[in-house]
C-alpha cells in the first residue's frame, strides 16, 4: 500500500461543499422540522453538544437502535477518525485508536491510549472492554487529549459508555432477536418505584449467543465453533433521593462471557506440511483448547449534594475486577508450533472521585480530586515446536514463560473552568496534576532441551526483578471560543495529556541487562480549531474540526547496545522498551446531518489524517550506531480517510412509524503494524441498512437489521512471524449477518 499525501484543505472543501448542497436542499423544502437537541457530559456537566468546544461525537439510545448498534465497536463507523477492533485471537478484548493514538498490545505492563468510562469511572485494562450495548443512555466519544479532566491514558481520546438511569427507564423493557448463525439474543430490564420519590430499584439482564462463522479442522478439536458467541451480562441499580438536594446511586454489573477464543486464519503455507491457505477466512486448522472464559464485574456508589442552584458536590467510589483465561495459537497449524496454550489476566481496580461543579451566569467549571489503586498481572507460556520437542508427558521443552504483575497508584488534582468574557467571547482554562507510583514485579525463563538447559524443572532463569518507578505530570488545556451568532460557535484550544510508563513485561535480563529499565509516559499535545454550527432554522447540523497532533516520547521497542563485559565497548545489541519515538497528525472532521423534509434526513461524517512517525531511533546492526528508521516505520490501525454517509427515512405505516436506513461506511487502507506486513488491510466499505416500526403508543417495536450486506472480508487484526513457522495470521471483522428484533416496553 503506498501511502497517499493529500492537500490538507481539499477534502476539507469537497466535504463542507457536500454538507452545505445538502442544506441547500433543506432550505428549498416545506416540510422541514429542526434537529434535536443533544446533551452530552463531555466535561463534567450537561451540556448542549452544539456549545461543547471539543470534538464529541455522541449516539443515543433510540439512534443505536435504529442503526442497529450492539457493541461498542460499532460506534466507529459513526465517527471520524475512529478505530474500534476485537484485538487479535479474543472476543472481548478492545483495539482502541483515535487520531492514530492508542495501544496494540494489551499485556500488563502497557497502557491504553484511549481511555474506556463507564459512568465516568475509568476502565483500566483493554480486556473485556469490547462492551456490548445494553440498558445504556448514549455512548459519547470524546476525540483528542483529555488529560485536564479524565486524567491519564487518554491522549487518544475518551470513550464514554452512559447507563441508563433507573427513575428514568420504563417499568419492563423486553427485547428478543433472533438472525443469522443462530443468533439468539434476549435483553430484559425491568424498575419500579419502591418510595414515591424517593426511592427506585430496578436491573437488567443481557443473554447474546450465536454460533460460529466458521469452525476449528483439526483432529483434536473438530467441530468447535469459531467466532461464535455465548455471553450473560446483568446491571443492577439503585437511587434514592432522601432529601430534594441529596441523592445517591448504586451500581453493579457483572459479564461473563464463554465464546470460544478466535482461531485465526493462515495467510501464508502451512510451515511444515504446505497445506495451502482454506477457503473460509472465519475457518482454522488451530490445534490449540478453543475454550475460553473472561469475566468482568463492578461495583459504584455515587452520592449528589446539590449545595445551591449552582453548585454540586459528587463523590464516586468504584470498584471493579476482571479475569481471563484463554489461548493462543500463533501459527494456526495442528502441529502446535508456536502457541500460549494457558494465558491468564487478572486485574483489580478501586478508585475513588470528589467532584464540584459550578454554572453561573459568565462561569462554570468543574474541579475534583482522583484517586486510583489498581493491580493487573498476567502468565502465560510461549511454547515452540511443541510436537517435536516434548517430554514423555507431552509438555514443551522449548518455549518461555512469562510472569509478572504491576500495581498502581495514581493521584491527580484537577480544575478547568469557562468563562464569558462578554456575549460573545469566552475563555476555558484548565490543568490536572497526576502522580503515578507504579510497582512491577517480572519473571522470565526459558526451557531448550536441544541446549541441555532441561525442562520445566531445569529452567534458565533470564529475569527476575522488581521494579519501583514513578512519575509526575501536568496536563493543561486552554481554549477560546466565539459566538458568532446563536447558531454558530468558533473555537480554538490547546490541550496536553498523557500515557503513562512502564516495565516491559517481556524484559530478558539475560539478553539485555538495561531492558528492565522503567519506560517514560508518553505525551501528546493537541491544537484544534472547530466550529459548531446549527443552521437553517435547526434543520442542519455542522460541526467541522481541525487538528495538529504533536506525539513525543512514544514508547517502542527498539534495539539497544549490549557491553556484556563491561570493557566500555559493545558486543552485541538486544530488543527494549524505550521513549525513543516521535509522530505527527495533521487532520480534519466533519459531522453533519440534514433534514431535508420532516421524513428524510441524510448524515454524514468525513475523518482525514496524515500521520506520520517523524522518530525511531534503533542500531545499526552493520555499524552498531544509533539511526533513525522513521522512514520504514508506519502509524497503525489508522486509516488516512474514514466516511460515512446515511439516509433515513420514516412515514406513518401499518398503525405505527416506520423508519428506513442505510449506511456505507468507508475506511482507506489500514497497517496493522508499525511496518507494512501482508495482512496490512486495503481500503473496503461496509454497507448496512435497517428498517424499524414502532407502534403508535411506542410499546412494540420490531427491527429487520442487515450488517455487512456485500459481504465485504476485511481484517481487523493478525499476527505476522515470517521468521517463525512463517506464520502470518489474520483476524476478521463479521461477515454478513441479518437480524430480526422484536421488543416491548410498559
Known sequence: MSKSKHHFLQPLAAAVGISFTLGAVAQESENTGALEEVVVTARKQAENLQK??????????????????????????????????????????????????????????????????????????PQAALLDVYDVARIEVLRGPQGSLYGKNTIGGAIKYVTKSVRDSSPLSVKAAVGSYNQRDLKVSANTEVIADKLWVGGAVASLNRDGFGEY???????????????????????????DNFSVRLDMDKTSDDSNNRGGYRISDEFVTGAAPLNNVFDTRSGIDPSQ???????????????????????????REGSTLTSIDFDTQQLSLVEAPQTRYTDEQFSQELQLTYSGDRFSGVAGLYYFDGEATGAFDLDVFKSLFADGAGNPLIGTRTIGGVSTKSTALYAQGTYAINEQWSATVGGRYTKDEKSTDSFFSSYNATAGIGDF?????????????????????VGLEYDV?????????????????????RANLLGNPNSGDPFDPETVGTIELGMKSQLLDGRLRLNVTLFNNDYDDQQVTTSILIDSDGDGNAESFAGQVVNAGKASA????????????????????????????????????????????????????????????????DMEAFGGLLMLNTNASYRSDIYLFETASPIDQEGYTVVDANALWTSAGERWTVGLHGKNLADEEYRVAGYNFPTLANSIIGYYG?????????????
Request: charged share 20%; aromatic share 8%.
Open 52 to 125: 461543547v468546544p471539543v470534538a464529541v461525537t455522541a449516539l443515543s439510545e433510540s439512534q443505536m437502535q435504529e442503526l442497529g448498534i450492539t457493541r461498542l465497536d460499532q460506534v466507529a463507523k459513526q465517527t471520524p477518525n475512529v478505530t474500534l477492533e476485537a484485538s487479535r485471537a479474543t472476543n472481548s478484548t478492545l483495539t482502541a485508536y483515535i487520531r492514530g493514538v492508542g495501544q496494540q498490545d494489551p499485556l500488563w505492563g502497557f497502557e491504553p491510549g484511549v481511555g474506556v468510562y463507564i459512568d465516568d469511572i475509568y476502565f483500566a485494562r
Open 586 to 649: 495533521q487532520g480534519l472532521e466533519i459531522e453533519s446531518i440534514a433534514a431535508l423534509t420532516d421524513n428524510l434526513r441524510v448524515n454524514f461524517t468525513y475523518g482525514y489524517i496524515d500521520a506520520e512517525i517523524e522518530e525511531f531511533i534503533t542500531i545499526d546492526p552493520a555499524t552498531l550506531a544509533p539511526i533513525n528508521i522513521a522512514d520504514q516505520r508506519v502509524v497503525s490501525n489508522t486509516p488516512e480517510n474514514t466516511v460515512n454517509l446515511g439516509i433515513s427515512y
Open 734 to 746: 463479521d461477515p454478513r449477518m441479518i437480524t430480526a428484533s422484536l421488543s416491548y416496553q410498559f
Open 217 to 243: 479442522l483439526g483432529p483434536v478439536n473438530e467441530g468447535e465453533e469459531n467466532y461464535n458467541k455465548d455471553s450473560l451480562a446483568y446491571r443492577l441499580s439503585a437511587e434514592a433521593q432522601p432529601t
Open 457 to 477: 524443572n531445569n529452567q534458565l532463569v533470564a529475569s527476575d526483578f522488581t521494579r519501583n518507578p514513578e512519575w509526575s505530570e501536568f496536563s493543561p488545556r
Open 293 to 319: 472464559k473472561v469475566e468482568n464485574e463492578g461495583a459504584s456508589l455515587t452520592l449528589t449534594w446539590d449545595m445551591s442552584d449552582s453548585m454540586t458536590l459528587k463523590s464516586i467510589t468504584a470498584q
Open 485 to 505: 451568532n446563536q447558531d454558530v460557535m468558533l473555537f480554538a484550544s490547546f490541550a496536553e495529556g498523557f500515557k503513562s510508563g512502564g516495565v516491559d513485561p
